[in-house]
């Protein structure tokens, strides 16, 4: 049980070193005839371990410092098939753009490969099914700029969502361009869009992305038509539909398992 050695260690050293250092944070969940032992040092990033061991205790899943906080747990049944997942919510740092990870386990079939997904929200009581929401934030350059994706469960994979007309909450991710406008214009209003070094282009890439997602790309690109204004429009174009078309595949191909198992 590697992860509880590492973590005896910290909170040994830390009494000896540190009156104020917070101590350990354990918490135990049950799930039929498993038990999953979350721990980690409070004090420090990237500290907590999960651990989890069948009904004779043999250690069936563990993974050694790969959140900072806990945040909460839920049985939830993401697929509507009557048996329920556990998901995880944890805290990876204080990063903006890497700020959460959801962890999904379906222990029902003695599945212990993890699906993973950063930046999350989960979503319930709106479609039939609960649907996992991720927010990708762009440069750091620009503010406002980014996009959202929907996740479905169907019991096997995790799916990107792509028909607005299915699901709601998919559609309920559709910016309005006026919102979307007014990030532009903002921009504008203090530094030369049409400079080499300028970053207005990072809200037509993540305005488009998002559009593709929502499966309405030519409105994307009727907003850059319209709103772009510098003499790079043709290159930019080509240089945007590569970049959009990119990103959406490693979305929609991206099979979410667990990728940092020790």
């Not at 959140?67 to 998901?87: A, P, V």
């Not at 207005?200 to 559009?211: D, G, P, R, T």
Request: proline content about 2%.
């Amino acid at each position: 049980m590697r992860c509880l050695v590492s973590l005896l260690f910290i909170f040994t050293t830390s009494n000896l070193f540190s009156q104020n250092q917070k101590e350990e944070f354990k918490k135990d969940i049950i799930v039929d005839e498993y038990k999953i032992s979350l721990i980690n040092s409070e004090a420090d990033f990237f500290t907590g371990c999960i651990n989890i061991t069948d009904r004779n205790n043999n250690i069936v899943f563990n993974a050694d410092s790969i959140f900072s906080r806990y945040n909460w747990d839920t049985l939830i049944d993401l697929n509507n098939d009557g048996s329920k997942e556990l998901m995880l919510d944890l805290s990876t740092g204080v990063n903006m753009y890497d700020y959460n990870m959801y962890l999904i386990f379906d222990l029902k079939n003695n599945s212990f490969e993890p699906f993973e997904i950063h930046n999350a929200d989960l979503v319930s009581n709106v479609d039939e099914v609960p649907k996992i929401i991720s927010y990708v934030r762009m440069s750091p350059a620009v503010m406002g700029a980014g996009y959202t994706y929907s996740l479905n469960y169907d019991g096997d994979k995790l799916i990107m969502e792509s028909d607005i007309t299915k699901s709601k909450v998919l559609k309920s991710l559709d910016p309005l361009e006026s919102d979307e406008f007014d990030f532009i214009k903002q921009y504008e209003e203090g530094f030369d869009e049409c400079e080499s070094d300028s970053e207005i282009k990072i809200y037509f890439e993540a305005y488009l992305i998002q559009q593709k997602i929502l499966g309405q790309e030519d409105k994307g690109w009727k907003f850059f038509e319209k709103h772009y204004k510098c003499k790079d429009k043709k290159s930019l174009r080509a240089e945007l539909k590569q970049t959009v078309e990119e990103n959406y595949n490693y979305l929609k191909n991206a099979d979410y398992k667990f990728q940092t198992l020790n």
